[in-house]
């Protein structure tokens, strides 16, 4: 059985692919073997839209996926080509086979696209490296190829799955929502929340993620982060201000709200951007007034809740500068305006080629979990190349596709897909081998089972599970392979052979090569992260204990965009996208363990640590004249409290037991007043984060043993 139910969405989305897969293998096979007489033409186009249209998970459309099979037919006919060249020796072939194992699986870097039709690439160098070594038959051999892509293509525009909602309507949409909740009670705060996590990566289909390394996929990712920051600080201002709002606040969210709605209508049609610098000069007057009244007698100053909901207020039309930033850059590719801070905007005035070479130099690491994977992927590969060559496995090139396809991350998972193959195999190998027994040479039998078992098992194979794929594409091997050449029941046996080699090679590289998949690299991963945005935290909080009365970065009256030396958050930066990428894979192997860990928890906590850093040497308030020393040591308590708290959270990470970090008490969870209420409510809401990262890390307390009537403490049970 299939490990999850598919929906009935996702059955139909298989089925039109099973039809699509199967009209385009036969429309090229039939007619290049009974009617052209070229057996190997008919070879490749038959196996053309298998390896492209079923054993390529390409995401998108029709339209989007007929655009990547088009573009991928060039270096299909390259590797192609070079396949049947490096055939002339074994050890040729293993050593193109590393290169182009590694090379394919790494492209991954580039998305769910590249890494999609990566597989279905492998496979065309694959079955053309394998003997006989035939040069002369290397136009047949991409004349097909062509064929079977081409069909493909043509039947992906005809017979198109459902379009997914972009992830520029994704934002929009939930834009319309923050509109909404900047009005006092407008929209629920469960609800804003909930239209938040409509924006994570994990739930968009996987071509619809901004996953590229282009200006316009960077912004539109880093625009979600922001959308979802501020539909939560929208949330937060709900429930902490229910009754409503003071007049200068009010005037700043409805600015919030007219940006909202103008840039999800900008997002949807590319015109009309919102005006450039109203927001910001609605922040610039804001910010005026708090420095205004931060700066009147003690007895003239708003109260402490009133100051603190104006700092929450002017955080989240920072969020939404941000958000017009973004979307400025994603519609039309760079920045019409400048984009500060630039540390966060780094890629904004990069150029293609460099960005992507940035990319690829920041995967090029053992810490990348794309890196693990294209190495194990290429040594497997070669290795499996190496044992089919050496020993002279006939059809060999089954070996390797074995290892391509039941290859996974963790050892655990690739030896649950084994077993289930080579029971599926097993059992197809008996039901070909008394097919091929019982029929003999009669090719037109075998001609007309071919396009329904096909069709069955690329339908049915997705539905039930890896044991019937690999059953159902058995038969389907030995009806094709019966038309081609004489074949017995042995063609069964040395499938079975080859299945069974190809799932040892698979799970001694899993043995070796990174068995645990992403989970070390993730608690690792985090780990550094954490460690790495911690040490901004001392060092923005001085920022704002010194000097008294004025807006650090920005005087009064001057633009909000003011820059001063800019921290260094580059580190954080990097640390950010290796530890999101392994978090991305950690997802995706549906690890046992581990299951309470707040990974999510970590990465908003990181992106609290860097956005504060740039956001409130710039914009928060200093503490005022009359600030007493104990204000200016609660706050350099907590920050050091916090970094303690990081090394614990690593430490825990580590799998270590640290002690707990000594906390203050309910009595010091405020400032002694006056402080600077932005450095308070940051440091505050750091604190909560961390202390929920902390709890999802400790397993909770055991309740001590019941007590006897004799005053003993009972054993507890087993």
């Keep these: ?282 922040m610039r007057d804001f910010q005026a007034e708090r420095v205004r009244q931060s700066s009147a007698a003690p007895g003239e100053r708003p109260q402490a809740e009133v100051e603190r909901r104006h700092s929450r207020v002017l955080a989240l039309a920072e ?58 992927t290429a040594l497997g590969l070669a290795a499996a190349r190496a044992v089919a060559g050496s020993l002279d496995l006939s059809h060999g090139f089954w070996v390797l596709l074995v290892v391509l396809t039941l290859g996974r991350t963790t050892a655990g998972a690739t030896w649950q897909a084994v077993r289930q193959a080579v029971a599926g195999n097993a059992a197809g190998a008996l039901v070909a081998g008394a097919l091929l027994i019982g029929l003999g040479p009669h090719t037109d039998v075998y001609a007309a089972l071919l396009a329904p078992v096909m069709l069955v098992a690329f339908a049915l194979g997705p539905l039930l599970g890896v044991a019937y794929a690999q059953g159902l594409f058995t038969l389907v091997v030995a009806t094709a392979f019966a038309q081609i050449e004489p074949v017995t029941w042995r ?22 090569a990174w068995p645990a998949g992403a989970r070390s690299e993730v608690h690792r991963a985090m780990a550094d992260l954490l460690r790495t945005c911690a040490e901004l935290v001392p060092g923005t909080a001085e920022a704002l204990l010194r000097g008294s009365g004025a807006v650090t970065g920005d005087a009064p009256g001057t633009s909000v965009r003011g820059e001063q030396a800019a921290p260094r958050t580059l580190p954080g930066v990097h640390k950010l996208r290796l530890a999101e990428a392994a978090y991305a894979q950690y997802r995706t192997e549906t690890p046992a363990e581990d299951t309470r860990a707040d990974w999510h928890a970590m990465l908003i906590a990181a992106n609290h640590m860097l956005l504060g850093a740039h956001y409130l040497p710039r914009f928060g308030l200093r503490s005022p004249v009359d600030a007493t020393d104990a204000s200016a040591a609660w706050a350099r308590t907590t920050a050091r409290e916090a970094v303690a ?38 440091l505050e809401s750091l604190d909560q984060q961390l202390t929920r990262i902390d709890a999802s890390l400790t397993p909770p307390a055991q309740p001590p043993p019941p007590v006897t009537p004799s005053g003993r403490r009972t054993a507890p049970p087993g």
């Design 645 to 682: 708290e990081v090394d614990r959270i690593a430490a825990l990470l580590a799998g270590g037991t640290p002690e707990p970090v000594r906390r203050r008490t309910a009595a010091d969870s405020r400032p002694p007043t006056p402080l600077s209420v932005d450095l308070e409510v940051w």
């Design 319 to 376: 969020s939404a500068r941000m958000v017009e930033i973004t979307t400025d850059i994603a519609v039309h590719g760079r920045p019409t305006e400048p984009a500060l801070p630039r540390r966060l905007f780094w890629y904004a005035d990069l150029s293609a080629p460099r960005l992507w070479a940035r990319r690829v130099v920041g995967n090029a690491t053992f810490r990348s979990v794309l890196f693990q994977n294209a190495v194990r």
């Design 1 to 282: 059985m299939a490990d999850v139910i598919p929906t009935g969405q996702e059955r139909a989305t298989i089925v039109r692919r099973a039809v699509r897969v199967a009209v385009a293998a036969g429309a090229g096979f039939y007619p290049l073997l009974y009617g052209a007489g070229l057996p190997v033409m008919a070879l490749y186009a038959l196996f053309a839209p298998i390896a492209v249209g079923l054993l390529s998970p390409i995401p998108g459309s029709g339209r989007q996926r007929a655009s990547v099979m088009v573009r991928a037919l060039p270096p299909a006919l390259a590797l192609a080509t070079l396949g049947t060249l490096l055939a002339v020796d074994t050890w040729a072939a293993v050593g193109g086979m590393l290169v182009v194992g590694f090379l394919l699986a790494f492209a991954a870097v580039g998305g769910p696209r590249p890494a999609g039709v990566g597989p279905g690439l492998q496979l065309f160098y694959i079955l053309a490296c394998f003997p006989p070594y035939a040069p002369d038959t290397l136009g047949q051999r991409l004349s097909g190829l062509t064929i079977g892509i081409l069909l493909l293509t043509a039947l992906e525009l005809l017979l198109p799955d459902p379009p997914a909602t972009p992830y520029r309507e994704r934002i929009a949409r939930a834009l319309d929502e923050a509109a909404r909740g900047t009005a006092p009670g407008g929209v629920p705060p469960e609800r804003l929340r909930e239209a938040g996590a409509r924006l994570r990566l994990s739930a968009v289909p996987p071509a619809e993620r901004p996953a590229g390394a282009g200006r316009r996929d960077r912004a539109l990712e880093q625009s979600g982060r922001a959308v979802r920051r501020l539909l939560d600080q929208l949330a937060t201002l709900a429930e902490t201000s229910p009754t409503g709002i003071d007049p200068a606040s009010a005037a700043l969210l409805d600015r919030v709200s007219r940006l909202c709605t103008t840039s999800a209508r900008f997002l949807r049609t590319g015109e009309d951007p919102p005006v450039p610098g109203a927001l910001e000069a609605a």
């Design 491 to 512: 063609l069964s046996e040395a499938r079975m052979i080859d299945v069974v080699t190809g799932s040892v090679i698979g799970l001694l590289c899993g043995l070796l």
